[in-house]
């Protein structure tokens, strides 16, 4: 084989030397037996269009499929790109040396891009046969027959007056079976695609597979494509029959696990008759004879039963190569390989050389690709193997969400793409995109998991036939390590201070509820704020629209920002929360001259109320002015209906502000504050020289924070049980202590602390009532009575979590002997029946400059300094102010 190489390299030299304008380089030929086959390298056509030529002296003509089937070539190519032409030693160009030696010539014609260059290559190969009597060639594109013409060489009688004849026999007529006999002269049936050819030596038949006079015959379960013909040949009076057939199985092979079996009928009739001798059988693949080490080392086998040979090949076995399709849209292959089968026999004195070559095709198997997802979430880069394919599979475009990009587009936007040929001769596309890119989409079902999806569809081609088809596929990776924001508020001296961590959330997808008011640029800039990449934060006075007024009392108002932090994208919410600020400021100013002011914001409790309706006790005294939510009154003590009275030192100015409601409208709902002006007159200077202002609860207002305060009685002396509203009266024994606490039990700011400042017992619910028995006076034991009333710590527990919210005392017992002035003659039962009542202050942790909240009491009596520090306290602003009540208590 070797040595041919070496010839056929030889030849083509000289060719090359012969036709210096072409160049032969690479391109390989082979004889093999009675074909002769070209190999045009993959490497040397590099996917340029190709034309073949067969060539001989005079002629050069362009192969196509119908003149190739014809003429006696056969032309395919192989996933490589190798071009595999193959001639019978007979084709119709060849040259032809007493039957000997065979010269072929081929010609390849690439077109080179841009195709104004053309490459030609030029090869001859000369191959030498013997013939023997028959020769059957089944060829995957046509059947061929050539037989010795049995012309006879009329030896005359040794009479000498007669010569010896030479017949000059002419082609006459020739009869195709079809079964049926029809006749047909040489130019018509060469015009049906047949080929006829005779020499002084030979007649060669030729029929591609697909012509109208062939028939098929099933023998043993295979079916035969026949091509049965006589030959007609006339010398005037002489005639000369030469029969001829050839006979090629169309079918005979199956696959059974993973084998594939071939089946070839011992007698091909009408080949064979039953005494023919077998001298020869041989496999091969690819038109090449194997050795019998070669097939055992590819684990081919070949056996014989009665009727048939037999040939099996496991499917993928090297000579034959998987083969790409695309059937109803997905992706299948194919194994391929072509088998040979060679068998020489004797009947008679006559050889028969018979040789099939059968492409097998195996039924397409469909083959999924693959996607190895190596996507690591945290990279933020989908990271995808997709795979397996052959080798004749080219990607040919990405679709990326909606945008379809080609391979060049894909590399030139830096978009990892590679091709990975592996190991067992498939490859892999391996594909990286950041989550990034534009096409990824991020989508959240919870706010903590952020999901990145991504739509891709391959587009692939399978050359060379160019048939497409894609995948699609939906990549989706999720990340949980995000940051929520965050929000949160503290309260200042007299504005609300809100602040935002973004958290790892884009700050452009962070809107901000204040009030249910979404926080856009108008809002803003109204207030002072604050931001930077990660944080953001808002100052909003006391007095603003967005704050909601729970309460107004003496020292301040409550002031309550309801907050929504949300994400505007998914519309859910990431934080929701309530500040409530007590603000310890001066609603009402009493200026020394006469000036009084007053700030009245318009109360949640209150909603219907238009603070520009709100008036003095002259209801043409309207505000000086006003917002929707707060009306400002700045009037003269001599006007506007303001009363006047003296107690003692001071003189007390007073005035109230209501609302002129429509009673049929708002039934519910009153708004009244009173306005009070104490000054003390300095007798020296009779000079004004001190100011108090005073409200009073309006009824509506029922506060809705959190510092709410109630006063219990316990039922033991550990505070864990309390009575409850509805187990009033509570019935107690005469002498039996009595637990008390007060406290807030819903507040949750450590900020506030609960303080006592009064507690005192009364016959009646009224706490005004007469007579009253003092408890707590100023945060301090009744100093007339000190042992009677005992405080208690507060220890956290399950239902305490802070014990600044609450107090506790003890009250000994009620002895009802305080002279309080009243008749000694009160009914009995109605003595030992009290309600106790107590003004309960809250105050600010952090302002403990009057220590009214953590008081120390004096253990001894000291009431004129206790009576001097209560003038002194009055007078604070610092505190929030409540009253609480309970009662009654029986005692028996
Ligand atoms: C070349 O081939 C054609 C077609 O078979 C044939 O007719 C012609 O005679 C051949 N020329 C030579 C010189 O053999
Ligand atoms: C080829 O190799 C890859 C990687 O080793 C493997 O996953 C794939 O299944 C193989 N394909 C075939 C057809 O053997
Ligand atoms: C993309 O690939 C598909 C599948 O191979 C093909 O049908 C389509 O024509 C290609 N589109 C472009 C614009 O190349
Ligand atoms: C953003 O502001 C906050 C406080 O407002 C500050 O703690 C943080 O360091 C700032 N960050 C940057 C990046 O400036
Ligand atoms: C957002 O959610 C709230 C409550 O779930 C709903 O009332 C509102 O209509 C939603 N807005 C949008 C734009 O979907
Ligand atoms: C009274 O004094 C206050 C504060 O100094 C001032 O704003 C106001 O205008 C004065 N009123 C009159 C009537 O002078
Ligand atoms: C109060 O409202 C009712 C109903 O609109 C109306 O008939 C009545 O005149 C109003 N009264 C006053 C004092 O405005
Ligand atoms: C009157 O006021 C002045 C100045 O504030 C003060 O010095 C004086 O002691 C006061 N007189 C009385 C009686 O309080």
Known sequence: MECFEIGALWVMVTIISIHADTSADGIQA????????FILPGSLSAGSPLEVYAVNNTQTVLLTPHLAAQCGYTQKSDPWGNTIVSASLQSC??????????GITMQFKLYEFPKLSEKVHKVFKSCSHTMTSREILCETNFMEVSVRNAIPEIKTAPVKQWPTVIPNLQLWKILLYTPGEKAFDKETLQAMGYNVYSSPTRLVMRSPYNTAENFVQHVDGVDIMVFKSVVLFRDRWMMTIVESAAACPISGASVVDQMISWHVPRHISPLVSSEVEILEVHMGVNGRTLTPEEMSSRNYAMTFTESHIVIKIPIGAPDG???????KGQYHVSYNIEPMLELLWKEGLDKTTYKVLFPITTPLTPWPPQVTDYTQPKQKVFDILLGYFLPDVELLNITFGSELLTVSEVINKGIGLQEHGLPNDTKAFALQVSFSEPHVQIMSFRPDVRTYTLSLVFGFII??????????MELEASITDIVLPNAGGSCEQDQFKIYVKYGSTPSSQI??????MELNDEILQQYKHHSNETHFYIIVPFLAPVVAFESVQLTGVMARIDVEVYDSLHNWSFKEFSLACPFFIKLSECFSNGTITVVLPKLESVPHLL???LSLRDPTCKPFYNQDYFAYFRFDVT????????????????NEVTWKRNETLLPEQEYRFVVSCVYIANATQSMIFHAVSHFKQPHADVGKGELTVSLKLSKDMVYRLFYHDGDYPVLKFLKQPLYFEVGMDHSRDSRVAVGLENCWATLTKDKESKPRWDLIVDGCANPKDPEQTIFHPVIPDDRVDIPD????FEVKTFSFKEDDGSSESEDATLARRVFVHCDVVICHVENTADGRCYKQCAVTQDTIKSSSNRVRRSSSFSEVLQHVSIGPILFI
């Open 321 to 327: 190569y998987y083969k790409s399709h695309v059937l």
């Open 463 to 472: 050359l060379p036939e160019h048939t497409s088809f894609s995948h699609s």
């Open 511 to 516: 809107k901000i509820k204040l009030r249910n």
């Open 611 to 613: 603070p520009g309706e």
């Open 93 to 102: 160009f060849a040259e032809n040396q007493a039957d000997k030696e065979f």
């Open 639 to 654: 006007t506007c209906g303001t009363t006047r009275k003296f107690v003692g030192e001071t003189m007390i100015y007073e």
């Open 30 to 37: 082979e004889c093999l037996g009675n074909i002769v086959q």
């Open 805 to 808: 919210h609450f107090k506790r």
